[in-house]
Every structure is written in C-alpha cells, then in structure tokens.
Nanobody, 120 residues
Framework: QVQLVESGGGLVQPGGSLRLSCAAS????????VAWYRQAPGEERELVAR???????EYKDSVKGRLTISRDNVEKTVYLQMNSLKPEDTAVYYC??????????????WGQGTQVTVSS
C-alpha cells in the first residue's frame, strides 16, 4: 500500500529544535517534488518548504534560516530540521508527494500529519 508516514513532532519550548521525518512506502517512484505543509487551528494549510529530486529548495519566508528541508532518495525519506522554533510555528505538519503504486500512475498523497507545539 502506498503511503507517507510522518514522525518527530512533539512539544518544545521556544528556541528549541525538532526533526520531522516523512517516509514513503509501497512506491516505486520518489523522484518528484516533496513538500512540507502546516495548518494551525482556524487557518488555511500553507506551504512551508519543498524540495526537488535534484535538491532545488524553496521556503516560506518566515522560516528561512530556521528550518531546513532535505531528502534521501535511496531511503525514500524527506526531513525537516526545525531550529529556533517560535510559538507561531505551532501547527499540524503534513508531508505531500506524488507517488506510484500498482496502477503505475502517479498520484498525489498526503501523510497523516504530526503535531508540533511550541510553548513555554
């Protein structure tokens, strides 16, 4: 079964760090763009960072210098290293990617989400 599974969320104090992981399984394709999104209560889901197979990266302006996205194409995993976290980073974080299952057709998938809470 094709799926994305996020992990690494939790509760941290302002200024703390977390490392999120998103592992793809059941897919024979992991060469497209993979992205991290987040959604805070009462807010629209927003793009945080995205990375191509070749390493081209884009960030939301407010996270530049604090968050770093990376990927391992052999392990089919994408990471989000989160440093100097702020309360406004509190949200559910979702991984998104195009994957290929037994149909041999690329389809867009979302992970189940992982909660990140930044609070004293």
């Amino acid at each position: 079964q094709v799926q994305l599974v996020e992990s690494g969320g939790g509760l941290v104090q302002p200024g703390g760090s977390l490392r999120l992981s998103c592992a793809a399984s059941g897919t024979i394709w992991f060469s497209g763009i993979v992205a991290w999104y987040r959604q805070a209560p009462g807010e629209e889901r927003e793009l945080v960072a995205r990375i191509s197979r070749g390493g081209t990266i884009e960030y939301k302006d407010s996270v530049k210098g604090r968050l770093t996205i990376s990927r391992d194409n052999v392990e089919k995993t994408v990471y989000l290293q989160m440093n100097s976290l702020k309360p406004e980073d509190t949200a559910v974080y979702y991984c998104n990617a195009d994957l290929m299952g037994v149909s041999r057709l690329l389809r867009n998938y979302w992970g189940q989400g992982t909660q990140v809470t930044v609070s004293s």
